[in-house]
């Protein structure tokens, strides 16, 4: 029977204050500075709430210095003697990818990084959100609740804040847990190449098109109402920039997609609307008018097609047919990979990154494939020293395998 965990409801030093000022943030700098050993950090933002990905809170703990709730918002500048102190220590974050550019946003360096999610990945653990993980290595349960709540939000409420310091009081022992399983399981040197590719990871691409994804789009049948919703969307997330307020928030997509297949004649009948005729959209009716308005006038020539362009490979579904080479190379390498995988007690997606493996199938290399030619392939690609040491040999004979069809379902 598994152990009912301790409950875990409040920081052991009792909730911190929010610091807000200059001095504080002085006084904080002096404290960690005069702390040892890596670095709890995590952030809290208002996403759903706000148009911005900012930090609205910032906490902290190490130890021999203590914990550590910082408000980045009201002097933004005041924090370098923090900035300073943290660029050089280990930092134990939980899901870096999602902390990380906000900390940058706001002046913060990472130098050195220990993700206790990525390593929970590395394990093979099925869930790695903290909860869980803080529940197996360290038998504590920790009461989750509030990270999806308005964060912007001021004075934040004592609840709140006891959540935003639990996210941290453990950390580091967790850290320090699940480092000791990686070395047993001898994936210690994996988590490091891993650590480092999270911090040389570029930001993402601005994705093409954003507004093709608004909710009910595929209800909207012409060209024109397609231009429509591509209007308002932009006037949308123009006024949601401006405003710092979420654009669902601004104008629900249901909104934009009644509008644009209504295609009302005058702002008063758009505001017989849905929505539109609420108190709130009411000062808005003109922008979101003029936006329709640009949608109407455009050429028939400027109009968006109907289907959004291709971006990327086709889905390996449809390679078959047209592009029978590429088909066969992936029926002999994907079960490759995902066989490494399993023995390996890893997600596939950590093993080689899906766009990764894609790409591979689909161009090959020469024949006969050669492990430093596929080596070669995948170093180019961002793959680690530790996922090709498992999968160039492998690779490279199924590649070089003789054709047997084989019914991939």
């Avoid at 409040?10 to 610091?19: I, M, S, T, Y």
């Avoid at 929970?120 to 360290?138: H, S």
Wanted: with cysteine; charged share 25%.
């Amino acid at each position: 029977m598994t152990a009912t965990p301790t409950p875990l409801t409040e920081p052991a030093g009792g909730v911190p204050p929010v610091l807000t000022s200059a001095a504080e943030f002085a006084d904080t700098a002096q404290r960690l500075a005069d702390g040892t050993g890596p670095v709890a950090v995590d952030t809290e933002r208002a996403s759903g709430y706000r148009y911005s990905q900012r930090a609205y809170l910032i906490q902290l703990k190490r130890a021999g210095a203590g914990s550590f709730l910082l408000d980045p918002t009201h002097e933004p500048g005041a924090l370098s003697p923090v900035i300073e102190v943290l660029t050089g220590p280990e930092w134990v974050l939980h899901a870096a990818d999602q902390d990380l550019p906000c900390l940058r946003e706001a002046g913060f360096v990472c130098t050195t990084l220990f993700d206790t999610e990525l390593a929970g990945r590395l394990l093979g653990k099925p869930k790695v959100n903290l909860a869980t993980m803080v529940e197996e290595f360290l038998g504590l349960g920790l009461s989750k609740g509030h990270g999806a709540a308005d964060w912007s939000r001021r004075p934040l409420p004592h609840d709140w804040l006891v959540y935003a310091a639990l996210d941290v009081e453990v950390l580091i022992e967790l850290r320090d847990a699940t480092a000791a399983a990686l070395a047993d399981a001898g994936k210690d040197q994996w988590a490091r190449e891993e650590f480092t590719a999270v911090l040389r990871r570029p930001a993402p691409a601005a994705r093409v098109d954003r507004w093709r994804r608004t909710g009910g789009i595929h209800t909207v049948k012409s060209a024109r109402g397609l231009a429509a919703v591509r209007e308002l969307w932009l006037a949308r997330e123009d006024v949601a920039r401006r405003r710092d307020i979420a654009p669902g928030r601004i104008l629900p997509d249901s909104a934009i997609v009644t509008a644009a297949i209504a295609d009302p004649a005058t702002v008063k009948d758009l505001t017989r609307l849905p929505v539109f005729g609420g108190p709130r959209q009411s000062r808005n009716a003109r922008t979101w008018f003029d936006a329709l308005d640009r949608a109407r006038a455009l050429p028939a020539a400027e109009l968006p097609p109907r289907k959004a362009p291709a971006s990327g490979l086709p889905p390996y579904n449809r390679w078959d047919r047209n592009h029978p080479e590429a088909a066969a190379r992936a029926v002999a390498v994907r079960p490759v990979i995902s066989g490494i995988a399993e023995a390996n007690q890893l997600p596939i997606e950590n093993l080689l990154a899906p766009d990764l493996l894609r790409n591979l199938c689909w161009e090959g290399v020469d024949l006969p494939a050669t492990p430093g030619a596929v080596d070669a392939r995948l170093a180019a690609g961002g793959a680690r020293p530790w996922q090709r040491a498992l999968v160039s040999d492998a690779i490279a004979d199924a590649l070089n395998a003789p054709d047997d069809p084989v019914d991939e379902t």
